[in-house]
């Protein structure tokens, strides 16, 4: 198994400052995690840089959904959506345990938008596009067996419904294990961002290729210290910050984003008692809404709104939670959906390209690769995260045509490409896995084994013989140290957990036990442990 240590940090920054890279990944979400691998894979010597925590941007503020977007059949954005229903049985396959089969309902009323028929079609359409591939093809329900799936939802004026399949996924987690996938390949480091950008020129061959490379300047947060990294190509993957960092590499850089909010509110599970994940019309727009149910709690979202404010610190108002919370009680009118039902909210931006669309939901997801003028710089931007590894094979593919310096040393990674993450991680060898747990006699619940293979799949057991003799608790935090790159408390029970979403184990009994963990294993002081603690419960406030 890749290691994907915190604890290597201070090496693996020693060695970036002394070396030079074919290739510099700038963003640590989803599309630089996607772009990293594919680079690495083709043989390309790759270092990733992230500014934060890996996906703390809109790679883990996504509906955590894994779906070709039924929606986007409105705009004919047909090859978009038939990309991403091809692209969700590819992680469906490849990793089993954090992208899985999900059912949802669409109930139909007199008067929606999108009536019985057009929904029929747009159903048959979405099976075609995936090559009647879904977990299950979609069918049709009278009124009754809507009602029957659901007793709170609304009976007047309704049609009848349909259901159909997509997935939904671990965002956060997926990027982690994205990037340790190849871990042995690349040097990643978090918290460093890139201040300057030079282009270095190599008289002797710049007649030939796009000059000498790049030189970054980069601001180590932890170290509190500047550094410069050498390299091939620069390929940005900032998502929603792509032209605040092109003006950094351009002086003539012309804004690109139309940069859209969305939040989602989670619920507690005897709020809604879904069956199954249900898809809500929001007003006569082509907004929808999701209920997507989780172990501990459901997901109710999202919104989408133009958004000029401070990208690093997006965050939903009451008129955001008022808007959800309006949609909600017109589907379950039987339910006063109370501030104390919700758990916790979360808000993310999207990375959209401007197309002139009169309003946000018109904007295509289509993502778009450019080089910027003849410097060895490529940018990728908006998409789909369902897409990303396409997407990644797009951006790649854009920086060795035009930087010909790049030659891989790999020739075939077609296999490579659409291989599980983390070993063989089929169901049968997680049974095999949980099968074998339950040998050692731990003093865990039950409850807590089924979670811990749930979320780590096939690799269970061998984490868990790591860390004999320790408590659940301790168990996640430790393999969230030495395989997730997890340095910090916050980031373990916001981006390696769900736990600040659902609030499990956020009381202050179990909030301590996992502190100690990370101080035992990190040497910290009493003061930086107490910082730790005061930041999480800070935002668990907020």
Known sequence: MNKFSFKDRSKNLKSIKSDSYDIVVVGGGITGAGVAREAALRGFKVCLLEKSDFSTGASSKSSKLAHGGLRYLENFEFDLVAEALNERQHLLRMATHMVRPLSFLVPIYKGDRVGWWKMKAGMLLYDLLCAFRAPKLHTSLNPKKVTASNSNLKTEGLKGGFVYSDAYMDDDRLVVETLRSVSDKIDVISYCEVKTVKISTDKKEETETNGGGVELSCYDSIEDNEFKLKGTHLISCVGPWTDTFGKIVDDSWKDKMRPSKGIHLCVKKSLLELETAMVMAADKSKRILFCIPRKDFDIIGTTDTDYNEDLDKVSSNDDDISYVKKVLSEYFPKIDIKDSDILSTYAGVRPLIHDGSSNES????????????????????????????????????????????????????????????????????QNLALNKIMSLNLDWSIDNINDFVDNHGAQSYEFISENLNKTYLQTEASVAIEYYCCGHLLDFYERRTSWSLSRRFTDEVNIKEVALEFRNQFGWTDKILNQEIEVLRAFLRS
Not at 385 to 393: D, F, G, Q, R
Not at 420 to 428: A, D, P, Q, S, W
Request: charged content about 30%.
């Open 362 to 429: 018109k904007v295509s997801r289509n993502h778009r690769v450019f080089n910027v003028d003849d410097k060895p710089i490529t940018f990728i931007s908006g998409g789909k995260y369902t897409t990303y590894l396409s997407m990644a094979i797009h951006a790649v593919d854009k920086a060795v045509k035009s930087n010909k310096k790049l030659v891989s040393s790999a020739e075939n990674i077609r296999s490579e490409r659409r291989k599980l993450f983390v070993g063989i991680n089929t169901k049968e060898n």
